[in-house]
């Protein structure tokens, strides 16, 4: 894919010379550190939809939990250190629960609210459903000895998920016979045109929606073919690029057109994801946020390295605009948005029903990501200010957050450098 991108002003050259050799080496090392590769997360959360029935028996869909030793103390206490303020603010929620635990009296709902403080009340601002991390079932996962990759996840299990996302989350009308899931659209070609049509004549967000959605989903794939099992014997197993397999997935005249697409649905997210990251740079900037872990030196240098990636980012010349989406009328807007934030948290509910453990952890991951960069993007604390002063001390991102935001944006940089090596493998074919 090449060229220019629909509803933004950037072109895909761009983005991948920026990416490529600017941004995607900094920030893997960044997501190698011990704030970044311990994400806390409860996989066993049932499913709200529906009875799961796999509970699938994949040797590649494992997750291994960390040993508790394993994370370093700083990370695991419970308090958030980017500010005395917070810190405080916590202690006495601990002091609280901890009195909860012992004193009987304290009736339940005292306790509820006790809870709820300790989430911070900026729980209207969420476009995800906040994951229970407080739950004895919640345990902190190594990214990098779990990476992403093919599982062999796949059938209707998979399909159904990614149905459900497509079908009831994506402001499909009746109207629209075409299946929408791009998985099922062989058998819809002769609707191909209504579809596009349908979807051109949607408004700007919710056409937003579906190519957000649409995005993920390849760059899930980028990485599944990218980490495909080429080889399983009891000598070796060996992962790497099927390029058969990515251009099942992607190819203009195999996939009549839609790969690309695809693709392009890709970028788009790319850029959301970019802007958010830079217009959340002041709150990165403050001299009392911390990327606590407990080592000093080292929290100090990823703090530093963390700014010089969010500076890199911020002179990208060819930012989305986010005032283009949720503008006119103010009273539609708001409707419009508030729709838009149900249906993400939803989908961010379904990902609770993937039967296999590795997809749940990195689809919780990835769509915690986004909903924390929309959450930025849309925050009314941040558009209350100035636009330029950046976030208000109101704005506060979780470490859950701020992991899943950091993390989401590495797959999909990852996605985006990926392409540049198929490009070369192909190239290489022909
Ligand atoms: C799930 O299973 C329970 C008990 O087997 C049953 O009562 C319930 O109706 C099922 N729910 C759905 C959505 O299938
Ligand atoms: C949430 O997702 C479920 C499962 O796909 C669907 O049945 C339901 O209509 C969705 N709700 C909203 C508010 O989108
Ligand atoms: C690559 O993927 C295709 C399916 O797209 C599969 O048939 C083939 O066996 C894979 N190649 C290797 C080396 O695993």
Redo the contacts with the bound molecule.
Sequence with gaps: VTGYLDDCTCDVETIDRFNNYKLFPRLQKLLESDYFRYYKVNLKRPCP?WNDTSQCGIRDCAVKPCQSDEVPDGIKSASYKYSEEANNLIEECEQAERLGAVDESLSEETQKAVLQWTKHDDSSDNFCEADDIQSPDAEYVDLLLNPERYTGYKGPDAWKIWN?IYE??CFKPQTIKRPLNPLASSQGKNKENTFYSWLEGLCVEKRAFYRLISGLHASINVHLSARYLLQDTWLETKWGHNVTEFQQRFDAVLTEGEGPRRLKNLYFLYLIELRALSKVLPFFERPDFQLFTGNKIQDAENKMLLLEILHEIKSFPLHFDENSLFAGDKKEAQKLKEDFR??FR?IS??MDCVGCFKCRLWGKLQTQGLGTALKILFSEKLIANMPESGPSYEFHLTRQEIVSLFNAFGRISTSVKELENFRNLLHNIH
Aim: aromatic share 12%.
């Design positions: 939809f459900v009831e989350n149900l249906h939803n509910r379904i």
